[in-house]
């Protein structure tokens, strides 16, 4: 099969990509603040949406929008990138990496309840045990597996990661309702979110405090977390006949995270860890069992 017909290609670059950037977080927490790394990421990530716009052909669908998605977009760049980013941030920058990454990745376990609840499904035994499986995990994974004790190391960080989880999660529920071209209203999101971070770093007299290491550093973000990366991963879905086998393998970059973790930040990986990171990723799976 040819690889621009192939999806697991868009998919396998997607999920690489995405098991670099909890190290690159860390790394960009060298030379920028929170604040810096939040809005000069968005900033590099709106360029490459736009690009990939262009090159997509979405430029006239973008501009025919309606005043409605526009002010809809504007409203939803404040939850995401802004504050969901913000938040994530924040708590790589209190945590190890390999902590804020797993506990950060239980974001599928609230979205598959709260979608039961807004869809008015009932909950089911799935439901209940994945949410408990994925407790369980992130209690070792805060406690360092000293779960008798429970001697947390850094409890503030764990409940930025956990509620970045949740903020994601809202995101995507408000974000389905709108039947929008996905990459169009990817571009009207990160338009404002742009905009949004020019004006919070002139305000916090943030803007002149350049640093070249820092500017690499964000724009890898920029381009590998929250740009083309989801472009990739929308087109390895989209062109997918069986979409739900290519969004299997999400399950494979928390891994490959550790590993890179491992590798460029020399963090330790717990035993503790790699055992929370199964408990969550099988709660997901549970979840999955449910109709």
């Known amino acids: 099969m040819e690889i621009k017909k192939n999806p697991y290609f868009f998919g396998t670059l997607a999920i690489a990509a995405w098991a670099t950037v909890a190290t690159a977080f860390k790394i960009s927490f060298n030379y920028f603040s929170v604040v810096q790394v939040l809005c000069y990421s968005i900033i590099f990530s709106f360029i490459s949406i ?12 973008i ?3 309606s005043k409605k998605h526009w002010l809809y977009s504007s409203f939803l760049a404040l939850l995401n990138p802004i504050m969901y980013y913000f938040v994530l941030f924040s708590a790589y920058n209190s ?22 609840i807004v869809g008015k499904i009932k909950i089911s035994k799935y439901h209940i045990l994945a949410f408990l499986l994925s407790f369980f995990g ?23 990661a956990l509620l970045s989880a949740i903020i994601w999660t809202i995101f995507w529920l408000l974000n389905i309702q709108d039947k929008r ?25 943030n803007i002149d405090k350049i640093n070249i290491n820092g500017i690499v550093a964000t724009a890898y973000i920029g381009f590998f977390e929250m740009g083309f990366t989801f472009i990739l991963w929308l087109t390895a879905i989209s062109t997918s006949k069986t979409p739900h086998k290519i969004s299997q393998l999400i399950y494979i970059t928390p891994f490959l995270s550790l590993v890179v973790i491992s590798l460029i ?24 069992k449910s109709k």
């Open 50 to 61: 736009l690009i990939s716009s262009i090159i997509l052909g979405k430029t006239k669908e």
């Open 63 to 65: 501009l025919s929008q």
């Open 95 to 116: 945590l190890p990496a390999q902590e804020a990454m797993i506990i950060n990745y239980t974001w599928p376990i609230f979205f598959g309840i709260s979608s039961a």
């Open 138 to 160: 992130m209690v070792i994974i805060a406690s360092k597996g000293n779960i008798t004790a429970l001697s947390f190391g850094n409890i503030y960080g764990d409940l930025l």
């Open 181 to 205: 071209d996905p990459v169009v209203k990817l571009f009207s999101i990160f338009l404002f979110g742009a905009l949004y971070s020019f004006l919070i770093l002139l305000f916090t007299e």
């Open 265 to 288: 930040l020399k963090e330790n990986i717990h035993l503790s860890s790699i055992i929370g990171l199964f408990l969550i990723i099988l709660g997901i799976v549970v979840q999955q």
